[in-house]
């Protein structure tokens, strides 16, 4: 048997049609006249697929639509009407339809549809496959991705993955910069040798070259033994320098020698020794800016930036939110031996809306906290913190309902110059072009509208 499909749909006629040409061609197909039917239906047995109707008696088809997308993860939701506009077709495609038909429609368009959701699923099986075995070969939780921009990143991810090729792994803190890096080192060549991270912001300059290169015993005052480094640990394998525009520029000279040279040469050794390592770099930094500014050396960022992979912020991929949300739903419910059922519509609404400044790291431990916290098997609002219930205004947002000019303009002008920003890889003489302003006013209005 094929797919389960429900057809929703108060005209009988067209139910019965659509039911014989979706039966003829495999499928197993329910019905329902209604929205209650059509949730009675998906509680008594879950479908991959729903073709709902927009109007009908009632609960109508746009309202119904969000209760489907949570009781259906995964699953295709197409929304059909002889009343619609592109309007509707957008507002459907946002609350989480995959496409929207137009009446009077042939057979033919949906099954052409249907065959389309069939292969997308398809598609994202196989990389959720993909994304377990990464999971556990490094031992990391799974990179979940529903966005475009994160699904380009993971793509990325893979074509990095075959090369030795030296990876700068730029975004925002707590993005998960290092989950991709451990990503692209367990599908490489490489996977079943060292993968060694290093924070270069965490360990003081003064010991953070004997850290990486490594030190004769009484090499310097302390050193009472001799100690390898870590990219002598990780020959073979990878190394992985997180927060790399922290590091000092008089050590930027020794690393870029040891890039070129592929050896290291530990404090207080007469020899150096050579090493077979991939490096993978992250920063939150702008280094073309570090760069302009004589903060990071400009011969070592074109040696770290042969293949870039930038991670988006949260605010940005909010089609992940849902399922990050049941990704640590579940996590959580596990480690802390608490069994979770979900989250409420109204609470996942805030999590969808909430800007998140702390990335994927803070979303994490609202998650750990609100199951803490919960009294019942469901995360609600009266879990989530007071500033995600009710968010302040980024700079330069308009409220809802908020009918001014000028702070409309501002909104449009804030928006405008992240996406030049992303467009340009954080290169910000770039994105001036882009918005078509001098370098000068766009540092001007990045301060302004406190753009990070």
């Given at each position: 048997m094929g797919q389960r499909i429900l057809i929703v749909d108060d005209d009988d006629s067209l139910r019965d049609s659509l039911e014989l040409v979706l039966a003829a061609e495999g499928y197993e197909v329910f019905t329902a006249a209604d929205a209650d039917e059509a949730l009675a239906a998906v509680e008594r047995a879950p479908v991959e697929v729903v073709l709902c109707d927009v109007r009908m008696p009632g609960t109508d088809g746009?309202?119904?639509?969000?209760?489907?997308?949570?009781?259906?993860?995964?699953?295709?939701?197409?929304?059909?009407?002889?009343?619609?506009?592109?309007?509707?077709?957008?507002?459907?495609?946002?609350?989480?339809?995959?496409?929207?038909?137009?009446?009077?429609?042939?057979?033919?368009?949906?099954?052409?549809?249907?065959?389309?959701?069939?292969?997308?699923?398809?598609?994202?099986?196989?990389?959720?496959?993909?994304?377990?075995?990464?999971?556990?070969?490094?031992?990391?939780?799974?990179?979940?991705?529903?966005?475009?921009?994160?699904?380009?990143?993971?793509?990325?991810?893979?074509?990095?993955?075959?090369?030795?090729?030296?990876?700068?792994?730029?975004?925002?803190?707590?993005?998960?910069?290092?989950?991709?890096?451990?990503?692209?080192?367990?599908?490489?060549?490489?996977?079943?040798?060292?993968?060694?991270?290093?924070?270069?912001?965490?360990?003081?300059?003064?010991?953070?070259?004997?850290?990486?290169?490594?030190?004769?015993?009484?090499?310097?005052?302390?050193?009472?033994?001799?100690?390898?480094?870590?990219?002598?640990?990780?020959?073979?394998?990878?190394?992985?320098?997180?927060?790399?525009?922290?590091?000092?520029?008089?050590?930027?000279?020794?690393?870029?020698?040891?890039?070129?040279?592929?050896?290291?040469?530990?404090?207080?050794?007469?020899?150096?020794?050579?090493?077979?390592?991939?490096?993978?770099?992250?920063?939150?930094?702008?280094?073309?800016?570090?760069?302009?500014?004589?903060?990071?050396?400009?011969?070592?960022?074109?040696?770290?930036?042969?293949?870039?992979?930038?991670?988006?912020?949260?605010?940005?991929?909010?089609k992940d939110v849902p399922l990050l949300a049941d990704h640590f739903l579940a996590h959580f419910s596990t480690t802390l031996g608490k069994p979770m059922a979900g989250i409420t519509d109204e609470a996942l609404e805030r999590l969808v809306a909430f800007h998140w400044p702390g990335n994927v790291r803070e979303f994490e431990n609202v998650i750990e906290r609100a199951v803490i916290l919960a009294r019942s098997n469901q995360i609600t609002l009266a879990e989530l913190p007071s500033n995600v219930v009710t968010p302040e205004l980024a700079p330069g947002e308009a409220a809802p309902g908020d009918l001014s000019l000028r702070r409309a303009r501002k909104a449009l002008e804030a928006d405008l110059i992240r996406r030049a920003l992303q467009a340009s890889d954080g290169n910000r003489t770039h994105a001036a072009r882009l918005l078509g302003i001098s370098h000068r006013s766009l540092l001007y209005k990045i301060k302004e509208y406190g753009i990070r």
């Open positions: 746009m309202d119904l639509l969000p209760q489907l997308v949570r009781r259906l993860p995964g699953s295709t939701i197409v929304m059909m009407s002889a009343f619609g506009t592109e309007d509707m077709a957008v507002e459907a495609l946002t609350r989480g339809a995959y496409d929207y038909l137009a009446k009077p429609f042939q057979p033919s368009e949906v099954l052409l549809t249907l065959r389309k959701a069939e292969e997308r699923e398809r598609l994202r099986r196989a990389n959720d496959l993909l994304r377990r075995d990464v999971a556990r070969s490094v031992g990391e939780r799974p990179i979940v991705a529903a966005s475009g921009s994160m699904i380009d990143a993971l793509e990325m991810v893979e074509r990095a993955a075959e090369f030795k090729a030296t990876v700068l792994v730029t975004g925002e803190s707590g993005t998960g910069k290092e989950v991709m890096a451990r990503a692209i080192h367990a599908q490489s060549p490489r996977r079943n040798e060292p993968f060694v991270a290093v924070n270069c912001g965490a360990i003081p300059d003064t010991l953070l070259e004997s850290e990486l290169f490594g030190h004769a015993r009484g090499a310097f005052t302390g050193a009472d033994r001799a100690q390898r480094g870590l990219f002598v640990e990780a020959d073979g394998g990878t190394v992985f320098l997180d927060e790399i525009g922290e590091m000092p520029v008089s050590l930027q000279v020794k690393l870029l020698r040891v890039l070129q040279e592929e050896e290291v040469r530990p404090l207080g050794e007469p020899k150096s020794r050579s090493i077979d390592v991939r490096v993978i770099a992250a920063t939150a930094r702008d280094l073309e800016a570090e760069v302009a500014s004589g903060g990071f050396r400009e011969d070592l960022f074109y040696r770290l930036n042969v293949l870039r992979i930038h991670v988006p912020p949260l605010r940005e991929r909010r």
